[in-house]
């Protein structure tokens, strides 16, 4: 009984004491500075009132995910996301001549050509069809980087994002407008500087074409398209005009410089043109360049899609590619869109390389390196998809494994 009491009334004036000292130096600084708070209180977030509501939020302090940026692109910080959705301020760019100041009220999409009544369309026109919502991937054709040991995900990957993608089917304008049942192409054009133009064939109209206006639930951002740009699900990211102004309906492809100067590319002794489904690809995010990690359990992470449809499987390999087992993907998994694999891996702390490789459901493999050159020699160019690797080093230190076409 007389024991309990001591104890109680020690530990009481335990915490008494300790409380009390650090108030009594707070308020002898206080008074010293005249500031209204000492920092040792400010460190503790329970001490003090914090920030207020604001307009527009911000990131924590402590984040800066950046892209990284040329004169003509960005890519996105892929190392610094978890799960598939691309905040639209780290969406990776590509403009050919700038991004351009479109007023939203000026906005007019044109459609003519082979059409029953050419007509056009404001941006209030636009939203006052039925609309859809889709979460997709888009990527540059030319996504692809390789070349030394100090490569990050963001800088071998990073022309490719995801967003939710709101905006209105394509199929419903044409159908507005009376296409030809004749038509078989039709070619989109910007309003930026480099008036891009492409021609599209009229399926990809029929089947899953989108004019869209809004990206991640707010109105696109001005380096995505603003006010409207097309969005082709799956294929290669110079397809989906930006700034779009008119849309050309017709029996018979444009052949624009975009698609003959550019995008078309020798593969062998032939010509590969009009090659518009982006092949099923994947990247270990985690651990990547500059990462370090600890012996023991590493949950190994990326993301893989497919222009095709859905990925079925990943495969992964922590063995430099001798053997190969199932990642877990994360579902929903949906057509064409970056899906985001997990993958348990126990790390001895011996040196090893691990690579990830993804399947879509037309039963594409992701290929190496040596099957793409062989099947198409070493001209490198557009839609390189290889399999990559992430040397881990004794130190724990992780690589990018550079490979030579
Ligand atoms: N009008 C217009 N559309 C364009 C381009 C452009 O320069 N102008 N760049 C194309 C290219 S090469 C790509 S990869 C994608 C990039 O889209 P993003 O900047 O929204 O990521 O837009 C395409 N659409
Ligand atoms: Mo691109």
Redesign the pocket.
Known sequence: MDDKKISRRTLLGGVIAAAVVPMKATFAKEIQKGLPLDEEIREDPTKVIGLGPSAVGKRATFEAPIRKFSETSSRTPLQDFYGTITPSDL???????GVPNIDPNQYELLIHGMVESAMKFTLADLKCFPSVTRLCF?E?AGNFRTGKEELTPQDVLG?T?QSEWTGVMLSTLFREVGVSPKATWFLAE?S?A?V?TRSIPMEKAWDDAMIVYAQNGEAMRP???YPARLLLPGWE??M????LRRLEISDAPYMTREETSKYTYPVKDKIRMFSWEMDARSIITYPSYPQKVQRGWIEIRGIAWSGRGVITRVEISTDSGKTWADANLQSPVLSKAHTYFRYLWSWDGSPTEILSRAIDETGYIQPSLKQLTDARGAGGGYHMNPVTAWQIKADGTTWFKPEKA
């Open positions: 969406h990776y760019e590509r403009h050919h001549a888009l540059c022309l994002s910007g930026d480099a891009m380096e995505q398209g990211g110079n989906n005009i930006k700034w």
